[in-house]
């Protein structure tokens, strides 16, 4: 048999996800269950004892909720900034379009600890900001921004925002521009238009984008230590912690599978969402 | 050109006048001149490219004239916003919204206005019972033929009860058969509802039994504006002449006229027309192929051969070379009998039936 002929009789699909799955079953997969099986396990064997003694602390709640609160103050900052900037590329043609998708995905390129100090001097009281805040009259002194809760979001949605723009703008792409137009036609006003069209048409790119910068902001480590520091604990900072400096394997894995079920139920929520939304085209 | 002087008339409904547009240097649309009186249905009747859309798109506010004015029921609306235009448009592809069912599409326009929901429910069930989908309310849109999408995009742009209609090319998406249905379908709708419309095609048949008037376009002017019968019997242009219906067309030269009649000769011989051309004046005759007789009954004749009988089911097609190679189309109801390929016959037109253009524009147009 000839080395076409035997590829033609593997399934297709098998042959071309092979890679994948060879590459995540071996990279990702054991060491996955072996955190997993870590969280489990206790002195006398199977145990949930990490868990209760986790749960039952109210440290963990501060923690998930700090976790949480920072990944949707995240989520709704880049939605914010990130769905009129998609409007403006998907109208955008020629050398324009090129320019400005340059500069939003071009910045990807830069490395996430670069950025984040990058921040750490934009945001510093004598930074861009403060100083401006400062010259434009509504301060006095340049506010504490750095190592706040507030800089951390700022910061952290600024790394974040392509992967907001971008499936909002492929969505965009897709939509008949006909179709504003005939609200338009209808009697609707601009607001009008947005809202009962516009809006409904591309909320799976909404949800999408959602998703990636939810599940990105909810697991990220860099950008806390390096913007709000120690005080101030994450799911993952935490789990950082645990392993790099406490080294305590037993709490990180914990700390990890907890994130880990976070993130996960965002994503299938938004997928499922998606789908009905995207069904509904 | 005849076009707008015809029927600006003082009672004019929709009037545009000056109507221009260039993107970028390319001139679309040429200080169009069009009045429309109420409940008049006007088709815009051209090729693609010669402004049709433009012009609609102007008339319905989704595009910026670069000159001239839009005046509707008295009131100037050249800067008015399209969602305070009261103009309702059908789109070539219908352009439904997706994500509402076929009621709620049809409901779009009269919640925009802030119609209450139990007040536009009423309004909706008697538009989907007009255009026949009365079953379909609560279906989504995207289920649906394209006949029942056409309907749904004729409700909706009916519902909030525009002052003006436009249609794009409705029909373009739809298979013959359907479109014939859907094209008398759509007379009967507009003539209960009432509305003025304007309706955009470039499909000649379309043009001639949608309308009341046919205003022909070509390189972004109206070429001709008229009713029906006179756009098909009386082109103004020899570019009318050549895209509504068919038509046998030669050169030649006046060699005469007198009492408002011109005699040209032609490669067939000497035929008469109605017109005061000087003498030896280039022209261009044109002739209909359903007003050509097989036989030599009228004033203008011709001998010819007989290169091909096509028959078609309710008539039948007749090709004929003259003597010098011109082809001649005659559309008869039956291939006559014993004739036969090569066989040689007289034919015959009258003068009221003989079309006579500058030759120059009959060039430049073709």
Known sequence: ?281 | MNAASETSSARAFLEISGAGKSFGSTPVLDGVDLSIASGEFVSLLGPSGCGKTTLLRIVAGLLKADGGQVRLDGRDITAVPPHRRDVGVVFQNYALFPHLTVAENVAFGLSARGVAKAESGAAVARLLGLVGLAAMADRSVRGLSGGQQQRVAVARALAPGPKLLLLDEPFSALDRKLRETMQIELRRILREVGTTAIFVTHDQDEALVMSDRIAVMNRGRIEHLGVPQDIYRRPATPFTLDFVGLSTRVSGTVRGSRDGLSLVETAFGTVGARSSYLEGSPVAIGVRPERIALDARHENRMRVRLADAIFQGAKAQLHFHAANGDRVLVEALDVPTGLSRGDEIELSFAVEDTLIYPAQTAGEAA
């Open chain 1, 1 to 281: 048999m000839s080395v076409a002929a035997r590829l033609r009789s593997i399934p297709a699909g098998a042959a071309l996800t092979a890679p994948a799955i060879l590459y995540l079953g071996l990279l990702y997969l054991v060491p996955l269950v072996w955190l997993l099986a870590r969280s489990f396990s206790g002195p006398d064997g199977f145990t949930i004892e990490p868990y209760a003694a986790l749960l039952s602390d109210g440290f963990t709640w501060q923690v998930i909720g700090n976790t949480l609160r920072i990944a949707t103050l995240v989520t709704l900052l880049t939605l914010a900034v990130g769905y009129p900037a998609a409007i403006v590329l998907s109208r955008a043609r020629g050398w324009m379009q090129v320019v400005l998708l340059v500069s939003i995905i071009l910045p990807l390129s830069v490395g996430i600890v670069v950025k984040a100090f990058a921040w750490q001097i934009v945001l510093s009281r004598n930074g861009v900001v403060g100083q401006l805040l400062v010259a434009s009259g509504l301060f006095e002194h340049a506010p504490q921004l750095l190592f706040t809760e507030a800089g951390l979001v700022v910061g952290a949605a600024n790394v974040f925002l392509p992967f907001m723009i971008l499936p909002i703008y492929s969505v965009l792409n897709l939509l008949d521009p006909r179709l504003p137009e005939a609200a338009a036609t209808l009697g609707a006003s601009p607001l009008y238009r947005f809202t009962r069209v516009t809006l409904p048409l591309t909320l799976p790119g909404i949800v999408a984008g959602g998703a990636f910068v939810f599940s990105m902001s909810v697991s990220m480590y860099v950008i806390p230590s390096l913007l709000i520091g120690d005080r101030f604990q994450t799911l993952a900072t935490l789990t950082g912690r645990s392993f790099l400096f406490m080294r305590n394997e037993q709490l990180g894995s914990t700390t990890a599978v907890l994130l880990l079920a976070i993130s996960v139920s965002v994503i299938l929520a938004a997928t499922a969402l998606a789908r009905r939304l995207g069904g509904m085209r």
